[in-house]
């Protein structure tokens, strides 16, 4: 049975959507494919607000904890957000091969909202089509927020397809 909104919407909508933002990944990822770095989103596929949700496309990428990033969102303190995370397609080098997402706060240094496994579905081709990752954040201070590599078997040698399959992330106030 669904729950209805009960908070105050920030922005005075009457969906219980406030502000949104759908970034992606608009060409293969073939670099930062380790353990520590992140989906590198350069795309802005949807995006109402500002306030609130501030993605990156344009900085210079960096895995420093705290520093801004390609790829990296400002979450602003005060309203919850739901995270949600498709990674279309990931590549692997060798059967057996591996790699594990999670949401992350960059500014804190603290992995939540549990993870995504992605293991090649085909022994030839090494390819991986997963479904969804999701969570709902409520900061207490403005923090950054990514999409992190915590573990890798054998090695990552792509996120996404150049032209489809390539990774979405949709984060919206609630």
Known sequence: MPVAYSGTPHLG????VNEFCVINRSSNQAINLGVGDHVMFNSLTGFRGGQYIQPDLLT???NVQGAASIGRI????GPAYYLQYMPGLVLVDASGSFGTFTFHNATDGLNFGGFYKAVPVSQTTHVNYGTTMATIIEPTKDI???VRIIAVT???TGIGEGTA???TLLIYTI
């Open 13 to 16: 909508t009457i969906t219980g």
């Open 60 to 62: 210079t990428y960096s």
């Open 74 to 77: 400002t979450l602003k303190a």
């Open 144 to 146: 950054l927020v990514e």
């Open 154 to 156: 054998g090695t990552i």
């Open 165 to 167: 399959a390539n990774p």
